[in-house]
């Protein structure tokens, strides 16, 4: 029911707006776009003396609004996005992000931000020193120093230098380049397998057996260097252990694997098979040490693969840890 009382609309929602600062309780004003929130506060600067019994009314006729909604939406494609979950495919989502982008619909900076670091690095790399310069002080300061170090060095030179011109940019031009940002962002190709090739290859042979393993290497070193050296950047094998594991997280790592298969494992009798076992054993206690190598030696003799299969759970174990982020393993060295 509407109640006359001599204001317009946004005046009764201005002094809604003022009651409610009263209680601390207007904080979600934030969500209004900007224009909204101009005009709100240009009505609120115009006012001065609101009587008791025309305050009564706009609260009461405000109650009654509230009383008569049955639902409500977020309003814009990032709240519906976010309310509608994995209800969506991945492709449906992409597909309203790509439409929101070429529009120009809401704030661009947040998705932005959000952007996965490919793409990221992708805009920093290719347009305008004094777009990228914007981007950097717009994003989370981790995040852009992250960007930032993984600039060329020219490049890195030229957007610390187009910084110097931001301290001017109007939130108008802001919203601009944030526009232009996100629309080359969505622009770029979207690849149908997120996880790139030589880690998916570098999966696949951290199961294979060594000399499987070592014939696909020597046929891609020969076809395809550079991929080559990125697959055996990704591959983790037992004989990486020394390498690649933090000497803190054996003992986490040897709680993963059944003991029976752990022994297996360390009678390994390769060369580098070896020095892993002995990695490990070296970051073991004394007592649980000493255990272990007494079955090991125990065991007797073993066929190749049943040392293959064990070596390869082991990994197994240390990979799901890494995932669960239970452990951190070191990332692999550049050959000099």
Not at 66 to 78: A, H, M
Not at 82 to 106: I, K
Not at 271 to 279: D, Y
């Amino acid at each position: 029911m509407t109640i006359h009382t001599g204001l317009n609309q946004r005046q009764k929602a201005a002094v809604i707006v003022r009651l409610l600062l009263d209680g601390d309780t207007a904080s979600s004003l934030s969500r209004l776009d900007n224009e909204s929130q101009t005009l709100l506060a240009e009505e609120m600067a115009g006012m001065e003396l609101i009587d008791r019994q025309t305050r009564d009314a706009i609260i009461t006729e405000f109650c009654d609004r509230l009383e008569s909604v049955g639902v409500t939406f977020p309003g814009d494609l990032d709240g519906t996005l976010a309310m509608l979950g994995t209800q969506l495919s991945e492709d449906s989502t992409d597909r309203l992000r790509r439409r929101a982008a070429v529009s120009g619909r809401g704030d661009p900076w947040p998705r932005i931000a959000s952007l996965p670091a490919p793409a990221i690095a992708t805009l920093a790399n290719s347009e305008a020193v004094e777009m990228v310069a914007l981007m950097l002080s717009k994003l989370p300061v981790e995040r852009a120093s992250e960007l930032f170090v993984g600039l060329p060095r020219e490049r890195a030179r030229a957007v610390a230098q187009a910084m110097s011109m931001t301290a001017g940019v109007t939130p108008e031009s802001l919203h601009r380049v944030g526009l232009i940002l996100l629309q080359a962002a969505e622009a770029l190709p979207r690849p149908a397998i997120s996880t790139p090739a030589t880690d998916r290859m570098g999966a696949i042979l951290n199961f294979a057996t060594a000399d499987l393993r070592d014939d696909v290497l020597d046929s891609l070193d020969r076809h395809d260097a550079d991929f080559a050296g990125n697959v055996r950047k990704a591959i983790f094998i037992f004989a990486h252990i020394p390498a690649r594991v933090m000497p803190r997280d054996v003992p986490r790592i040897v709680r993963e694997v059944d003991q029976p298969v752990l022994v297996r494992a360390l009678a390994a009798t390769g060369e580098n098979e070896v020095a892993a076992a002995e990695f490990i054993l070296a970051n073991l206690s004394q007592r649980m040490s000493d255990g272990l190598r007494e079955e090991r030696n125990d065991l007797g003799r073993l066929r190749a693969s049943d040392l293959e299969d064990a070596m390869t759970e082991v990994v197994s174990a240390i990979r799901r840890l890494q995932e669960a982020g239970e452990i951190t393993l070191i990332l692999p060295q550049e050959d000099d």
